[in-house]
């Protein structure tokens, strides 16, 4: 399980950034050309469903790394402490 988050923690951030590049394209090629409306697409919505999901998950993750990392400096600094 932990292999398996790590592998996703790495991924994550890029997944993300390709949605959020391609939403940004789509948001502006949307205002220049209303026409090809990419922002009342179906695709469009459930991409940025996605992105939104993934963001949480990688938030969730990062939150998780970060927390244990302190922790385990505090561990450590207080271990020191001791000696």
Known sequence: MKRFLNRLAG???HVCL???LMMITFVITDRYNRAMAFI?????K???FVL???VIIESVLLIRIN???QWDEYRNDSDS???
């Open 52 to 54: 939104a999901i993934l």
């Open 11 to 13: 991924f994550l951030p």
């Open 67 to 69: 927390r244990k990392r």
């Open 40 to 44: 009342n697409n179906d695709i469009t």
């Open 46 to 48: 459930a991409l940025l």
């Open 18 to 20: 390709i949605l959020s």
């Open 81 to 83: 402490d001791k000696n």
